[in-house]
């Protein structure tokens, strides 16, 4: 009789990885080009603060963009 072997189960889909933007508000000052570039994730608050939109999934180009043309260098990616 043959053996069976086991079989290596992926992870559910709420429990992968996921890399989602995040900004240093210490670092940040306030200049709009995230929100201009993709305001689908940055916007101000009522505070007056940058902050990332919650969503299930974050359109990489996009924020990659933010990131690239944030002036004072504080928008990141975070995984988790």
Not at 50 to 60: A, G, K
Request: aromatic share 4%; glycine share 0%.
């Amino acid at each position: 009789m043959k053996s069976i072997k086991p079989i290596k189960l992926r992870k559910p889909v709420n429990q992968l990885n996921m890399k989602i933007p995040v900004v240093e508000l210490s670092d940040c000052i306030r200049c709009d080009v995230c929100v201009e570039v993709c305001p689908s994730v940055f916007q101000r608050n009522d505070a007056d603060y940058i902050e990332v939109v919650d969503l299930s999934q974050y359109p990489e180009p996009e924020v990659e963009e933010a990131i690239k043309n944030c002036p004072a260098d504080c928008i990141a990616w975070a995984e988790i």
